[in-house]
């Protein structure tokens, strides 16, 4: 069984940083992207940053300059540094897996996390 858990989110003014978290559990694991989604009431589900265990990573716009997508693919864990926070970011934050799991077939599947709140707010 697969599980992906976040932590941190909270409370933080405007200017100000926070710093997410996500472990994935589960044996067999072959990751392909790991990222990060937020969501807002009324509002799509949308990509905030992925990155994969090459390195590679892609930003929404709004948050390019600001926020800082780190993977660690063998602890499969993936973390979202964010700076220079605006009202804007507030959202509900979903830790994101695109992976293979060992005796599940030959394809990938996404995983979700929870979810996390994160307040932008004086």
């Known amino acids: 069984q697969v599980q992906l858990v976040e932590s941190g989110g909270g409370l933080a003014q405007p200017g100000g940083s926070l710093n997410l978290s996500c472990a994935v559990s589960g044996s067999g694991l072959t990751i392909f992207t790991m990222g990060w989604y937020r969501q807002t009431p009324g509002e799509e589900r949308k990509m905030v940053a992925h990155i994969t265990p090459a390195g590679t990573r892609t930003y929404a716009d709004s948050v390019r300059a600001r926020f800082t997508v780190s993977m660690d693919n063998t602890e499969k864990m993936v973390s979202l540094q964010m700076n220079g926070l605006k009202s804007e970011d507030t959202g509900v934050y979903y830790c994101?897996?695109?992976?293979?799991?060992?005796?599940?077939?030959?394809?990938?599947?996404?995983?979700w996390g929870r979810g996390t709140q994160v307040t932008v707010s004086s």
């Open positions: 994101y897996a695109d992976l293979h799991r060992l005796g599940s077939g030959p394809g990938r599947d996404d995983y």
